[in-house]
T-cell receptor
Framework: ETGVTQTPRHLVMGMTNKKSLKCEQHLGHNAMYWYKQSAKKPLELMFVYSLEERVENNSVPSRFSPECPNSSHLFLHLHTLQPEDSALYLC?????????????FGPGTRLLVL | AQSVTQLDSQVPVFEEAPVELRCNYSSSVSVYLFWYVQYPNQGLQLLLKYLSGSTLVKGINGFEAEFNKSQTSFHLRKPSVHISDTAEYFCAVRSDNYGQNFVFGPGTRLSVLP
């Protein structure tokens, strides 16, 4: 048990739908992250939150909208996605944004956009 | 800029045989090095990390890795693998600059055969 949970585990949506991915960490960490894992590609960092403030947005399209209402919860709101957005979306957390700290990952949400 | 290379995309090996998964990195500053494992349908789990000190690092599940600064490598080894070690293995680097994020390699798929 990593202490980071993600729901739903699987999601199928059409290009006109709106959905949200949820991440919750039970570790008392201050930093949270969204990653995208596509087949045959390295993990891509999408967003970083530190103490509920977005500190990084790695050129992610506006159809992905993150939200961090408190230090334990992180959402990724999805709208008008494209088929190429189909991937595994991983949430992670760490105590702080210090380089030598371990990031703890959730199990991911497998997203399929039709 | 940092980058991570994992030369082998797939490594098949028989049960109880030794294995080495290769990782090379490039960075202009001091780095911290990590190996993560991803079992099927799960998120990433930390195997081990190198921060400083002894260049031989021991991790969970019998894995170890050796940091070689001159060769900019951080290869992962296990003397005798089990079927349960079948998974995707990711090497990652973070720099010594505060706030720098993980750069992940593309991953190596380890398949342990009976």
């Amino acid at each position: 048990e990593t202490g980071v949970t993600q729901t739903p585990r699987h999601l199928v949506m059409g290009m006109t739908n709106k959905k949200s991915l949820k991440c919750e960490q039970h570790l008392g960490h201050n930093a949270m992250y969204w990653y995208k894992q596509s087949a045959k590609k390295p993990l891509e960092l999408m967003f970083v939150y530190s103490l509920e403030e977005r500190v990084e947005n790695n050129s992610v399209p506006s159809r992905f909208s993150p939200e961090c209402p408190n230090s334990s919860h992180l959402f990724l709101h999805l709208h008008t996605l494209q088929p190429e957005d189909s991937a595994l979306y991983l949430c992670a957390s760490s105590q702080d944004r210090i380089p030598f700290e371990t990031q703890y990952f959730g199990p991911g949400t497998r997203l399929l956009v039709l | 800029a940092q980058s991570v290379t994992q030369l082998d995309s797939q490594v098949p090996v028989f049960e109880e045989a030794p294995v080495e998964l290769r990782c090379n990195y490039s960075s202009s500053v001091s780095v911290y090095l990590f190996w993560y494992v991803q079992y099927p349908n799960q998120g990433l789990q930390l195997l081990l990390k190198y921060l400083s000190g002894s260049t031989l690092v021991k991790g969970i599940n019998g894995f170890e890795a050796e940091f070689n600064k001159s060769q900019t490598s951080f290869h992962l080894r296990k003397p005798s693998v089990h079927i349960s070690d079948t998974a995707e293995y990711f090497c990652a680097v973070r720099s010594d600059n505060y706030g720098q994020n993980f750069v992940f390699g593309p991953g190596t798929r380890l398949s342990v055969l009976p």
